[in-house]
């Protein structure tokens, strides 16, 4: 089983690196997308133009609560899938062991891996 958040050195140098977000709306829904530059999406998510996701219009005001570097296009379509199948619960559990760095702990370990 692959990794998700593992990216190559190869990917990196052809420019293709693609990358998992995660935004929070004004009621504490969570939205899981896919995207090569995460701050011009969620500006558009923001601006809610012909680009932002139907979703998001009439949510805000959005956080980005989560993003991470994945790799390919294939693997973050793949990692997107996962994660929009997984309950809230354990999509909270990605943001918080993202944001306290406590990825030792087992739990989070399993959260990473596809």
Request: some cysteine; proline content about 3%.
């Amino acid at each position: 089983m692959p990794i998700f958040f593992q990216c190559s050195n190869e990917m990196e140098f052809k420019g293709s690196i693609w990358y998992l977000y995660l935004i929070r709306t004004k009621m504490g829904d969570l939205y899981t997308g896919i995207t090569q530059d995460v701050q011009r999406r969620f500006k558009e998510h923001q601006e809610g133009g012909a680009k932002a996701a139907k979703y998001l219009k009439g949510k805000k005001p959005l956080k980005l609560v989560f993003h991470k570097k994945i790799g390919s296009r294939s693997q973050a379509l793949k990692a997107e899938a996962k994660i929009k199948k997984w309950p809230k619960e354990q999509k909270e559990a990605l943001i918080k062991n993202n944001i306290t760095n406590s990825t030792t702990h087992s739990k989070a370990r399993e959260l990473y891996s596809i």
